[in-house]
């Protein structure tokens, strides 16, 4: 095969990081080709919000403390008063700030490079170098790594703090190994569990006045969000008829916005009541869990909850000397480890273990607890599905 100048540039890319040829193909001489901040820019890479649907209510804040607190001020607007000449001004808003403080939860991850898997990289290599395989031969075996340590390390964390996520919009608390996380939701915000014919499709149905209920209590609704099976249950009902006006699925099937409007009448019509016109969430998320000696999946969203999250007053968050505005339920943050040397943010690294040439190591760390600013602004409805 003819050596082209790219061809050349790629040979000596890998002649330089993995040695002339004939010499020993280690995952660790590859490993070195990836600086401390390459891992670090991996592990802390953005979640694609448009599969991770609760990453947009409760998005990651990197936080250069170890305690968790609300550290946010809640702006509350109210209208200019009328006054009397030569009178005081009338006093106009307020500031509420949220006592929350709680330390953060440390979560870690570890996997094991096989030797099956680094034969498959070392005959990547030998290719690499016989020209099979052209072009910029380095970044086809950093892009082997990446997609190892992204796939198993930084997906962990993903789907970690989606489930912790999960937790506290559908429950109100999160279960941690030192104990219970209560964010302190008012009492009215938690509905009873219906059941019976008034479960949600049975023919006594109070999906619609829970979510009347919901949305007065909440007051501008953000989003209404439950498992697939769920939102299938309500679109099917034979009790709570109802027509889709819209439908949007997101690319990889994890979540579907429908929008639909209550039927009524002998002739089921469209309601033309703007109470009964809803946007809902449906979120099919799973992860693999270890159950004894085996695996299991675990719905995200369990079936049967539906979070109703309101639209929040202007927070604004007081963040090392900066003042940010945003809206929102609440954050996820994410803290420091000192394995990272102190800096926010998750923690990466491989290795080859000592004498155990023909293995590779990663590692992450991540210490992070869901925050919730304003949790009036968070209903729980619950049903059983019949």
């Known amino acids: 095969?003819?050596?082209?100048?790219?061809?050349?540039?790629?040979?000596?890319?890998?002649?330089?990081?993995?040695?002339?040829?004939?010499?020993?193909?280690?995952?660790?001489?590859?490993?070195?080709?990836?600086?401390?901040?390459?891992?670090?820019?991996?592990?802390?890479?953005?979640?694609?919000?448009?599969?991770?649907?609760?990453?947009?209510?409760?998005?990651?804040?990197?936080?250069?403390?170890?305690?968790?607190?609300?550290?946010?001020?809640?702006?509350?607007?109210?209208?200019?008063?009328?006054?009397?000449?030569?009178?005081?001004?009338v006093p106009v808003g307020g500031i509420e700030l949220n006592a929350f403080s709680n330390p953060i939860a440390k979560w870690t991850a570890t996997t094991l490079m096989t030797e099956e898997m680094q034969r498959e990289l070392q005959q990547m290599v030998i290719n690499i170098r016989a020209g099979v395989i052209t072009g910029n031969g380095l970044d086809y075996i950093r892009n082997f790594?990446?997609?190892?340590?992204?796939?198993?390390?930084?997906?962990?964390?993903?789907?970690?703090?989606?489930?912790?996520r999960a937790e506290v919009l559908t429950t109100g608390m999160l279960a941690l190994r030192g104990g219970t996380v209560d964010y302190l939701l008012p009492a009215q915000n938690k509905f009873a569990k219906r059941t019976g014919l008034q479960a949600y499709g049975g023919g006594e149905s109070k999906l619609w006045a829970d979510m009347r209920a919901a949305d007065a209590i909440v007051g501008s609704t953000r989003a209404r969000i439950m498992s697939m099976n769920m939102l299938d249950r309500i679109i099917d009902s034979a009790a709570d008829r109802v027509a889709v006006t819209s439908e949007v699925t997101s690319a990889g099937g994890n979540i579907k916005t429908v929008t639909m409007r209550r039927l009524i009448g002998a002739n089921q019509t469209l309601?033309?009541?703007?109470?009964?016109?809803?946007?809902?969430?449906?979120?099919?998320?799973?992860?693999?869990?270890?159950?004894?000696?085996?695996?299991?999946?675990q719905q995200v969203i369990p079936d049967g909850k539906i979070a109703v999250i309101g639209s929040n007053d202007v927070m604004v968050t007081m963040t090392d000397g900066t003042v940010n505005t945003r809206p929102g339920l609440g954050r996820t943050h994410i803290g420091p480890t000192v394995e990272g040397?102190?800096?926010?943010?998750?923690?990466?690294?491989?290795?080859?273990?000592?004498?155990?040439?023909?293995?590779?190591?990663?590692?992450?760390?991540s210490n992070g607890l869901i925050v919730l600013d304003a949790p009036e602004r968070l209903v729980i409805l619950d049903s059983d599905l019949t």
């Open 1 to 89: 095969m003819k050596h082209t100048r790219m061809h050349a540039f790629a040979a000596s890319l890998i002649a330089s990081a993995l040695g002339p040829v004939g010499d020993a193909l280690t995952v660790q001489t590859i490993l070195n080709t990836m600086t401390p901040q390459d891992f670090f820019a991996l592990a802390n890479q953005p979640v694609p919000e448009s599969e991770y649907v609760l990453a947009s209510v409760l998005p990651d804040e990197a936080r250069a403390t170890y305690e968790a607190k609300s550290g946010s001020f809640k702006v509350i607007t109210t209208p200019a008063g009328e006054t009397g000449m030569d009178s005081p001004y």
């Open 145 to 164: 790594i990446v997609n190892w340590l992204q796939k198993v390390i930084r997906q962990s964390f993903t789907d970690r703090y989606e489930l912790m």
């Open 271 to 297: 309601s033309t009541d703007a109470r009964e016109g809803y946007t809902l969430i449906g979120y099919r998320r799973t992860v693999t869990i270890k159950v004894g000696k085996g695996y299991a999946q």
């Open 341 to 365: 040397d102190g800096r926010p943010g998750i923690w990466l690294n491989t290795y080859t273990p000592q004498g155990r040439p023909m293995h590779a190591v990663a590692e992450g760390a």
